[in-house]
């Protein structure tokens, strides 16, 4: 069973989630990660080793403890997830605001045409995406030891906090 968490509204300040342990797993490799295009909020599947990726990364994760997993709703955070889910017999609970950044017009072409601090025509901003990130963050509960799977750009995000 899959729960979907509501959109938050909440201010981006300290989230409890990172005052506390948790787990991060990005997914696995798409077709656009192999051939170098961007992803972004488009719905990509894992294709083949992504799925790989993601049944052993699950297997790695057995005996880690982890409680409680969170996830993009994005298929390919999504199918990673559920592996980890079904070694775990845990459920899978859909943050939406952890989805990957949109990058517009930028979406299914070649990560090269990306400019560091330019927000393509239809993408979102890097401020909005952190302000989103942060407030997808928000919702996760805190447990014993949560694993978010996301996006690189959600790890980018943490890394940055």
């Avoid at 990509?44 to 409680?67: C, E, F, M, W, Y």
């Avoid at 997808?136 to 799977?149: A, C, D, K, N």
């Amino acid at each position: 069973m899959t729960d979907y968490a509501p959109e938050s509204t909440a201010p981006q300040s300290a989230a409890p989630l990172l005052a506390a342990p948790f787990c991060f797993l990005r997914h696995g490799e798409t077709e656009n990660n192999r051939l170098g295009l961007v992803a972004g909020a488009s719905n990509v599947p894992l294709n083949a080793t992504g799925l790989a990726q993601a049944r052993a990364a699950a297997q790695k994760l057995a005996h880690s403890g982890i409680d409680a997993i969170w996830c993009s709703p994005l298929q390919r955070a999504h199918d990673t997830a559920a592996c980890a889910a079904a070694v775990l017999g845990l459920d899978v609970t859909i943050v939406p605001d952890l989805a990957e950044r949109s990058w517009g017009e930028l979406e299914g072409r070649p990560r090269e045409l990306r400019v560091r601090g330019v927000t393509p025509p239809g993408g979102e901003s890097l401020e909005k995406f952190r302000a989103r990130t942060l407030a997808g963050l928000q919702q996760i509960r805190t447990s014993h030891l949560p694993l978010i799977v996301a996006h690189s750009g959600t790890f980018r995000i943490l890394s940055d906090w």
